[in-house]
């Protein structure tokens, strides 16, 4: 529609010129007119036709980080040049924020044009950068096209660690092993030898599920004895529909989630994390052994939008798994210290045990 009241106005402008004024000026205005009309146009296209794009940059950084990334515009034209301007949105994959950035610069004949693009992310997630849209102009400004690029880039803005310490709530001490359980048993071949109270450094993996729960407290054996409970973390990215996670609250259950799989890998051989996907709308379980392993993983966790409960077909917690359930959750009601995981084995029911942090 622009383009129509320009061609209307300039050629008006060149008719009353011709009729009162100069017919040559008038003349010579108009084939000038229609000159520069047709070659701008033309400019314009034919970059359209053969332009490229793309982004340059980091791939992972810590949050509040200054980050560095380049937009290449590529123009493979021999003649033709026109000014443009960018506009591209930095969306955050988990609380689905979206920052919208312009630039503006000139595209000349067989060119690559490096537009230098700056971002200081508050919050942790995979971030998807993308060209919202290319306006290319001739350089008066009477003429543009918008281009819709399909260019995206991800970068992973990692949690922070926080101090997480694992912190029995039944602590209270005992005097000997023997107070509390013979040496030897004839019920069970297992407990024998070596039983004693749970202690800050010990393994996960020495825990003694059996004797824990008579003795309602965490007792553990040496690892010459069977022992092949594991405790497998399932992240629960849920929440109900009158309580939609904060920014902050997000957060904090990412470095939570992040800080707790840490730990809990450095306590085990090896950690199994699950967690609902919801692209694919099922739970994704994943071994991990390495530190390597659980980054990737992050990268995929830090990719879910939270859901509320009621979208979800079937309960997160299911039946069949021989591992205990540790369940990281979000809840606005509770508080506790944020720092210290509170683990007691009379709280786990139903094979799960739900953290509030």
């Known amino acids: ?11 008006s402008v060149s008719f ?35 332009l490229d794009s793309g982004f340059e940059g980091t791939n992972k950084a810590h949050r509040k980080e200054p980050l560095h990334f380049t937009l290449l515009l590529c123009n493979h034209s021999r003649i033709s040049a026109a000014a443009c ?7 955050n994959e988990i609380n689905l924020t979206t920052t919208t950035i312009e630039k503006c610069s000139y595209l000349l004949p067989k060119e690559i044009l490096q537009l ?11 971030y998807t950068l993308s060209i919202r849209k290319l306006i290319l102009s001739d350089f008066l400004g009477f003429f543009h096209i918008t281009l819709h690029p399909c260019k995206h880039y991800q970068f992973t803005i990692y949690p922070d660690l926080i101090d997480i310490r694992i912190q029995n709530l039944d602590g209270s001490r005992f005097e000997s092993d023997s107070s509390y359980y013979p040496d030897h048993s004839q019920l069970d071949p297992y407990e024998v030898n070596g039983i004693r109270e749970y202690q800050d450094g010990d393994s996960l993996k020495q825990i003694h599920w059996k004797l824990s729960n008579k003795l309602d407290r965490y007792m553990v054996k040496e690892y010459s004895l069977p022992s092949y409970q594991m405790i497998q973390l399932f992240i629960d990215t849920t929440y109900s529909t009158q309580d939609h996670p904060s920014l902050d609250q997000i957060e904090h259950f990412m470095e939570s989630a992040y800080s707790l799989s840490t730990l809990l890998l450095h306590l085990q051989d090896y950690l199994t994390i699950s967690f609902y996907d919801g692209k694919r709308q099922q739970i994704q379980t994943y ?17 879910q939008p939270f ?15 021989q591992e205990r359930f540790l369940s990281l959750s979000l809840h606005k009601e509770q508080a506790i210290d944020p720092n210290i995981i509170s683990i007691s084995y009379d709280e786990m029911k139903h094979n799960s045990f739900e953290l509030i942090l």
């Open 1 to 11: 529609m622009m383009h129509i009241l320009i061609i209307l106005l300039v050629t």
């Open 85 to 91: 301007k960018v506009e591209i949105d930095c969306k």
């Open 287 to 303: 071994t991990i052994q390495t530190e390597d392993e659980l980054s990737s993983l992050l990268d995929s966790l830090l990719q």
């Open 307 to 321: 859901l509320a409960k009621e979208e979800l077909l079937e309960s997160p917690f299911l039946n069949g798994f």
């Open 16 to 50: 009353l010129i011709f009729l009162f004024l100069n017919a040559r000026m008038g003349v010579f205005l108009f084939l000038l007119w229609i000159g520069y009309m047709v070659i701008s146009l033309l400019s314009l296209y034919q970059i359209k036709r053969q």
């Open 116 to 126: 230098s693009l700056q971002l200081t992310p508050e919050w942790c997630g995979v």
